[in-house]
């Protein structure tokens, strides 16, 4: 069984592998040298690079989540630092419910 990887242009190998690491399509365009309108129209007229992108935005967050399971138990870990960046990036939120009066779902018995 061959390597399909390696008969990939070197490009898309080097965009998988940015990906792997946790970068952002930012990141993606400056290897591309792309401007961010270049890579939005590649994005949404091209069905292999949008699968590309796609699986590699993925992979992004799944190693930005690994790199905070990985440290749970890291004091020297930067927690709020980490935690700032999940929520600016991927939109987490501290999640606090309310209902239709105003009070914490919490606080009804």
Known sequence: MSNTKSVLPDWINKVRELYDEGSSDVEICRELRW????????????????????????????????QGRKNLQ???????????HM?????????????????????MS
């Open 35 to 66: 401007s961010q309108k270049q890579f939005d129209e590649h994005y949404n007229s091209s069905e292999g690079f949008r699968a590309l992108v796609d699986f590699g935005r993925l992979s992004a967050k799944a190693w930005w989540i690994s």
């Open 74 to 84: 890291n004091r020297s870990f930067g927690t709020p630092l980490y935690a700032l």
């Open 87 to 107: 929520k600016n990036r991927f939109g987490w939120a501290e999640k606090q419910e309310t209902t239709s009066n105003g009070k914490d779902v919490a606080d």
